[in-house]
Every structure is written in C-alpha cells, then in structure tokens.
C-alpha cells in the first residue's frame, strides 16, 4: 500500500507563489512516476505536471514557465513550486503516484487527499 501526504496549500495573491510537498510511503517499488494534479469546482481533473524517476519532466501548457515539479527520491518526497499564480490557478492540488513493482505489472495509481490552492486577491 502506497501512502501520499500533501502539504503546501493556502491562499495568494495573483502573482505570488506557493510551494506544494506530497510526502510519499509504502511499497513504491524501483521506477515509479510522480504528478501533480488539479480539479477545480465544476471542471474534471487534469494533469498538471509529471515527473519520471530519471527526472524527465511534463507540464501542462497552462503552467509551462510558471510552475517546477521536482522530487526527492531519498526522501520519497515530491514537490511543485508555482510561480507567477493566477486565479485560474485556482484548485484542489493532488499528488499521484503510479506504481508498478515489476515491469509485467499493470500500473497502480494512489492519489493523496488533496490541498487547496486559492490565488486571490
């Protein structure tokens, strides 16, 4: 069983920044993949950013420029800096991993609880 624990989350100004944290436990195995993703109210989830274990990176077109997903894999601690917010930034922020313990192994996804990001002013 995989455990996610975000952390982060708060109100800012449009233009400010936040610093997301999504702590991982469990049984993550050797090569999992790590994201962000968001939902607003009324909107359905989307992928905001991802991160392989070699430190490959995704980001959504949205947030290209804006916002740095990172990870620590001594610390199984996954990160998001956001930069330069925007109301439409706006959300609840998941952490997600996918795991796969062995390469035959279909991929498992976990998702923490969610923390919420407010950019307002």
């Known amino acids: 069983q995989v455990q996610l624990v975000e952390s982060g989350g708060g109100l800012v100004q449009p233009g400010g920044s936040l610093r997301l944290s999504c702590a991982a436990s469990?049984?993550?195995?050797?090569?999992?993949?790590m994201a962000w993703y968001r939902q607003a109210p009324g909107k359905e989830r989307e992928l905001v950013a991802l991160?392989?274990?070699?430190?490959?990176?995704s980001y959504a077109n949205s947030v290209k420029g804006r916002f740095t997903i990172s990870r620590d894999n001594a610390k199984n601690t996954l990160y998001l800096q956001m930069d330069s917010l925007q109301p439409e930034d706006t959300a609840t922020y998941f952490c997600?991993?996918?795991?796969?313990?062995?390469?035959?192994?279909?991929?498992?996804?976990?998702w923490g609880q969610g923390t919420q990001v407010t950019v307002s002013s």
């Open positions: 997600n991993a996918q795991v796969a313990l062995r390469p035959a192994d279909p991929t498992t996804h976990y």
């Open positions: 469990g049984n993550l195995g050797n090569n999992y993949i």
């Open positions: 991160i392989t274990r070699g430190d490959a990176t």
